[in-house]
């Protein structure tokens, strides 16, 4: 007899797509089965070599992330793509955009590609998304692609989900990129310049090379390089891959990649025991407590100090 | 007798300059004496308005806060102001600049200027923000002032420490509004279009105004407006000034202040909880236990949500 995780988990180790997307699904909406699943897939995840594509928005990551996985398809090897959209009425429209555009790689059988939208807590997309990659992976997919507009904390997440993180920029990022992804700056593995046929394309490397400078990689023996495309005509895909390739084997020869990823372990179960502890922690009436405690911080009969250290003492003696 | 916080908390009720700028340092620095401090002074809060001040690198949040601060000057108002710096060598140099420009304003006996930067999480620099303003509010300053770069979740945490919270664009930002400052365009109670002798200013006031058709304001009785101003000139000071006061009426008017600011200290309250319990979880010998673990994940002898299971169960018992 087997349990139904153990059912569902069978037909993800044979890739029935539609098992896998509906685990998918499951992880999304936060189904507690979902996570019964993952424990039984994960001695088959680890196979899948994961890369991370962000930069701001209109720098052409979709298309970018369609021409690499083009480029894998050729060399026969399997693509799962998690398109990560952050929540907001007013991107929908242009993140749908990039999916239809995907339509060419979507009828691959080889390829599967999900979005997943960024709903409540950041950290809590971050987990899912990378529990997503998990069902791909022990599915059999040998490359996945994070892909994630450059907003908000999304792109920092990234770097903790992937083995190489890609930041992709354009020549008209230049004048702000200093200021504004300063926390882009920092995760990439390695840039591209895409749309490097335009104007101010020169500059801009430039600009990226003076930051570099300055700037230390979290690894410190690695140099970040700087890849010119143009993908919407296909110029640079062999380049970046090629890439990619040279960075694999660079963790690979210092015993990095496994290093990485205990890292990122790390990160990960730190989180899932914080949200563990969360859900028990504001369960209805310690949530009625800290309600009815507030209006007398309005009123400065106590302070929010106070009530803080109260409500952990209380929930200390609960449990 | 007075204890230690209760005489630190007597000077700062007394606006003695270098008490509160002893104490916030605490406060940064995350000096646990601050704690009992911020306790004593809570009583005497909640009688500053706070504004807060976000958008994009080169917006000129900085100018705009400085001629603000000249307006309620000449109103006889004392201003206190906190400038959130994300942590960045490459953002460094432009906000020192905004520093010394300020050097004006900074020499007014009636004005406190702090430069507070955004070391390790966000909800952390919210946290300590927030506690730093209520510092200056105990001081009796009238008018706080949170000044913050649109860049990452801070800008959307200023939210939860303003009562009004004015979003700062220029004509250049137009392009990429829609798809990159979602979070900004929500948190928004009103617009300010600066540097609006520029090219692209009408351009920019329609594409704002499209995106609020489309958008609902936390609040839905209250629609954002959009205010010219050219903050090198002084123009559009007064107009902005006046928006504030008509923010602030409408909050009065609504019994909206005192339910935002409740509903903020329930955020505040509950941040302050989830550190207290991070730092119990997280000691020595647990970490050194999910390190240990982390080996059999690799190997898939375990998977991340067992072992985060063990964890929780373990912390449980422990306390």
Not at 99 to 123: K, N, P, Y
Not at 129 to 150: N, W
Not at 206 to 220: E, G, P, Q
Request: proline share 2%.
């Amino acid at each position: 007899m087997h349990t139904i995780s153990e059912n569902m988990s069978e037909k993800v180790f044979n890739n029935d797509k539609k098992s896998v997307s509906r685990i998918i699904s499951k992880i999304e909406t936060g189904n507690s089965n979902s996570i019964e699943i993952l424990k039984e897939l994960h001695k088959n995840t680890g196979r899948a070599y994961r890369i991370g594509i962000t930069g701001p928005p209109g720098a052409g990551k979709s298309t970018l992330t369609n021409q690499i996985t083009k480029y894998y398809r050729q060399q026969n090897k399997t693509v799962g793509i998690i398109a990560v959209d952050p929540t907001s009425p007013f991107t929908g429209g242009a993140l749908l955009g990039d999916r239809v555009r995907m339509s060419e790689i979507g009828c691959d059988d080889g390829v599967f590609i999900r979005s997943m939208a960024t709903r409540g807590s950041f950290g809590g997309l971050s987990r899912k998304t990378i529990d997503a990659a998990d069902v791909l992976d022990a599915a059999g997919y040998e490359i996945i692609i994070f892909e994630t507009v450059g907003v908000g904390q999304s792109e920092l997440d990234i770097a903790k989900a992937a083995d190489t993180t890609i930041v992709v920029l354009i020549p008209e990022s230049g004048d702000s990129i200093q200021a504004m992804k300063a926390g882009l700056m920092e995760i990439a593995d390695f840039f591209v310049l895409n749309k490097s046929d335009r104007q101010g394309a020169d500059t801009a490397i430039t600009a990226i090379r003076t930051i570099l400078m300055f700037k230390n990689h979290s690894d410190k023996d690695w140099k970040p390089t700087i890849i010119k495309a143009i993908a919407s005509e296909n110029g640079g895909t062999k380049d970046i891959v090629d890439e990619i390739e040279r960075h694999k084997n660079y963790l690979l020869n210092n015993e990095m990649l496994q290093k990485n990823r205990q890292k990122n372990y790390k990160v990960r179960i730190k989180e899932i025991v914080e949200e563990l502890i969360k859900d028990e922690l504001w369960k209805d009436h310690r949530d009625k407590s800290l309600e009815e405690s507030i209006v007398k911080v309005t009123i400065g009969e106590t302070s929010p100090y106070q009530v803080a250290e109260t409500l952990f003492r209380e929930f200390k003696s609960s449990i």
